[in-house]
């Protein structure tokens, strides 16, 4: 079995200290979800994961390694797919310009609304996991 491998982040912004998540659209399907992309030659998970941002947002972001979450499935064509998602934090006011060929929406969404929007549920599940990493030590102060 051929195993792909792709990489990527949960790319945030922080408002009113709250974190809005940046979700994508596929340009040829109606899939929503985070930035990522396919590994290439020799590079690392978090080198994949940069340069996918920068492709399809135009963000440079530098990559959180202290949370990374792996995600494992099946796909139609009988390959296997690994992917490494991250988090990466980004100044409110950032301007994204879209990879027209592979991204025809974008936003930045609440948790609930994210959570809501993500189209598999193994990215629901991430999404979860990466909001409670990133609002975790805030309930555990009070």
Known sequence: MITERASGAVVYRLENDQPQYLLLKSATSNFWGFPKGHVEGTESDIET???????????????N????ADLDYDMKNGHHKHVVLYTALVPGDVQIKRQVEEISEYGWFDFATAHDKLTFDNLKSLLSMANDYLTGDAQDGE
């Open 49 to 63: 994961a940069v340069r996918e941002i920068r492709e399809e947002t135009s963000l440079e972001v530098a990559i």
């Open 65 to 68: 390694p202290e949370f990374h």
